[in-house]
């Protein structure tokens, strides 16, 4: 069985920056493709970065590139998302997924975080 464990989110203010873990256990976390994703209150679950299963490539949302990166330590068993000047757009239930990185793209599979809450204050 894997289990996915986000942690990190909280409360900021806006341009502040913050990182986002993703523990998992259970399977070969460097064989996974890993993505992120977000939902805001009231709105459809949003992509937000993907990198593929040696960490060497990577995806982005439109409405996040450039703030926000994505990578995996695959000693740690660890996937992680860097958030800078934060807006308060970027408030959401963050969510870590395993997933599959293809041609430049990321599809999110079955397995899920419970996620972590952002919020970004003014």
């Known amino acids: 069985q894997v289990h996915l464990v986000e942690s990190g989110g909280g409360l900021v203010q806006v341009g502040e920056s913050l990182k986002l873990s993703c523990a998992v256990s259970?399977?070969?976390?460097?064989?996974?493709?890993m993505g992120w994703f977000r939902q805001a209150a009231g709105k459809e679950r949003e992509f937000v970065a993907g990198?593929?299963?040696?960490?060497?490539?990577?995806v982005y949302g439109d409405s996040v590139k450039g703030r926000f990166t994505i990578w995996k330590d695959n000693d740690k068993d660890t996937l992680y998302l860097e958030i800078h000047s934060l807006e308060p757009e970027d408030t959401a239930v963050y969510y870590c997924n395993i997933g599959g990185y293809y041609a430049g793209k990321y599809n999110h599979g079955d397995w899920w975080g419970q996620g972590t809450q952002v919020t970004v204050s003014d």
């Open positions: 259970g399977g070969t976390f460097s064989d996974y493709a």
């Open positions: 990198i593929c299963w040696h960490g060497g490539c990577t």
